[in-house]
């Protein structure tokens, strides 16, 4: 696992101030702050930096911090501060972090919350006070559905990864007989039930397991899936049990193909199951591979961080720098930020990202891929996978 960035002490928001103490350059243009300068203010990251699904919160805050840095650097000064906060990617600790969040009235805009079920518990807190947000990675549907003006998604949904994951099953793989399990997250469930809505009769069954960090023994989902003759698991869920899964089919015999969403993309998965027994395991994600990112971010990330891009790094620092061209341009109220979002076209290094009137993705701006797991433990491109 990565090395953890931050630590939650009893649920509360630690507020890591990277970026020193917001001194401003005074050559940045006119804005709503004293002195004339669009400095002085915070962006937050709002995720998981410790828990069970760390791996992918790091990858993002990671994403996003490197980019205010580069800002910082072009401004000749400390201007925009980052602000973190561990979520623990929990559901029922997201909203005392949250409230955390909005208690700072110099936080313009969020990057996150990266997963959907702590989205659910926390955007409503972040909508009441009118702070703008981009997700990088959350991805179930109902999220843009719920009426939050300060919602955007920078990736697709689950219904577009969805019937990409079933379509590779079906086109690609062949399978006829399916087995679909998730473990009743937000996340894990909302897309198991869009790839067996899609699959139909290739279901031939379906179970629930507990969430990340709640169980280690899945041998009961093991005997199932080896008795109702299924070659594939599409399993909702994310990285750790995905791994322990795989591990214990393995070891049970199972010669099957483990597949999943973007939330078993991450190497913790082979850590989890063995790197022997993780080969092959295919993972469906609504993000380009990260080392074909455009720019120096490959080059630069893996200089400040002394690791590869991972899941979602080049998004958040697209994100991120959404938000920052739009403090450039005087944007320097959440209000003002907010409606920026809403005319923004802008062109990063992972995508190009316009929003529509609900927070989603421009259809015509999303994409899907497949991964698999080789040898090295982690998920390498496999092919891009057509979603209309």
Same mark, same amino acid.
């Given at each position: 696992?990565?090395?953890?960035?931050?630590r939650?002490?009893?649920?509360?928001?630690?507020?890591?101030?990277?970026a020193?103490a917001?001194?401003?350059n005074k050559?940045?243009?006119?804005?709503d702050?004293a002195?004339?300068?669009?400095?002085?203010?915070?962006?937050?990251?709002f995720?998981?930096?410790?828990?069970?699904?760390a791996?992918l919160?790091v990858?993002i805050?990671?994403?996003?911090e490197?980019?205010?840095?580069?800002?910082?650097?072009?401004k000749?000064s400390?201007?925009?501060t980052?602000?973190?906060?561990d979520?623990?990617?929990?559901a029922?600790?997201?909203?005392?972090?949250?409230?955390?969040l909005?208690?700072?009235?110099?936080?313009l805009?969020v990057?996150?919350?990266?997963?959907?079920?702590?989205?659910e518990?926390?955007?409503?807190?972040?909508?009441?006070?009118?702070?703008?947000?981009?997700?990088?990675s959350a991805?179930?549907?109902?999220?843009?559905?719920?009426?939050w003006?300060?919602?955007?998604?920078? &990736?697709?949904?689950?219904? =577009?990864q969805?019937?990409a $994951? #079933?379509?590779?099953?079906? @086109? %690609?793989?062949?399978?006829?007989?399916?087995f679909v399990?998730d473990?009743?997250?937000?996340?894990?469930?909302?897309?198991?039930?869009?790839?067996?809505?899609?699959?139909?009769?290739?279901?031939?069954q379906?179970?629930?397991?507990?969430?990340?960090?709640?169980q280690?023994?899945?041998s009961?989902?093991?005997?199932?899936?080896q008795?109702?003759g299924?070659?594939?698991?599409f399993?909702?869920?994310?990285?750790?049990?995905?791994?322990?899964?795989r591990k214990q089919?393995t070891?049970a015999g199972?010669?099957?193909?483990?597949?999943g969403?973007?939330?078993?993309?991450?190497p913790?998965?082979?850590k989890?199951?063995?790197?022997?027994?993780?080969?092959?395991?295919v993972?469906?994600?609504?993000?380009?591979?990260?080392?074909?990112?455009?720019?120096t971010? &490959?080059?630069?990330?893996? =200089?400040?961080?002394n690791? $590869? #891009?991972?899941?979602?790094? @080049? %998004?958040?620092?697209?994100a991120?720098?959404i938000?920052?061209?739009?403090?450039?341009?005087?944007?320097?109220?959440?209000?003002?930020l907010?409606?920026?979002?809403?005319?923004v076209?802008?062109?990063?290094?992972?995508?190009?990202?316009?929003?529509?009137?609900?927070?989603e993705?421009?259809?015509?701006?999303?994409?899907v891929w497949?991964?698999?797991?080789?040898?090295?433990g982690?998920?390498?491109k496999?092919?891009?996978i057509?979603?209309?």
């Amino acid at each position: 696992m990565r090395q953890v960035l931050a630590r939650a002490i009893g649920g509360v928001a630690i507020i890591g101030l990277i970026a020193g103490a917001a001194a401003c350059n005074k050559d940045s243009g006119g804005s709503d702050t004293a002195g004339g300068s669009n400095c002085g203010y915070k962006l937050a990251f709002f995720g998981a930096l410790t828990g069970s699904a760390a791996n992918l919160g790091v990858n993002i805050e990671q994403g996003f911090e490197l980019a205010v840095e580069q800002y910082n650097k072009q401004k000749g000064s400390d201007c925009i501060t980052v602000a973190k906060f561990d979520s623990q990617g929990a559901a029922e600790v997201a909203p005392g972090v949250a409230r955390s969040l909005v208690a700072d009235k110099k936080i313009l805009g969020v990057v996150g919350p990266p997963f959907s079920g702590e989205s659910e518990a926390a955007n409503p807190i972040f909508d009441s006070a009118g702070i703008p947000i981009i997700t990088p990675s959350a991805t179930r549907t109902s999220l843009s559905a719920s009426g939050w003006k300060v919602f955007h998604r920078a &990736v697709a949904n689950d219904d =577009a990864q969805g019937p990409a $994951a #079933a379509t590779y099953i079906k @086109d %690609v793989m062949k399978a006829q007989k399916v087995f679909v399990a998730d473990d009743q997250s937000a996340y894990g469930a909302g897309l198991a039930d869009v790839v067996k809505s899609k699959l139909g009769a290739l279901v031939v069954q379906t179970d629930k397991t507990e969430g990340d960090g709640k169980q280690t023994d899945f041998s009961a989902l093991v005997q199932k899936v080896q008795s109702s003759g299924a070659t594939a698991l599409f399993y909702g869920g994310y990285y750790t049990n995905a791994g322990i899964i795989r591990k214990q089919l393995t070891a049970a015999g199972w010669k099957g193909t483990l597949l999943g969403g973007d939330g078993m993309k991450d190497p913790g998965l082979s850590k989890a199951s063995g790197t022997a027994a993780a080969i092959g395991t295919v993972v469906t994600c609504p993000c380009s591979p990260p080392e074909a990112a455009g720019g120096t971010f &490959v080059n630069d990330y893996k =200089a400040k961080w002394n690791v $590869a #891009a991972g899941t979602y790094s @080049d %998004v958040a620092f697209d994100a991120a720098n959404i938000f920052l061209q739009g403090i450039d341009a005087g944007n320097t109220t959440t209000e003002k930020l907010n409606t920026y979002l809403s005319t923004v076209n802008y062109k990063g290094i992972a995508n190009t990202y316009k929003f529509t009137d609900k927070g989603e993705l421009d259809p015509s701006l999303i994409k899907v891929w497949a991964f698999k797991f080789d040898q090295s433990g982690d998920a390498v491109k496999d092919q891009e996978i057509k979603t209309s």
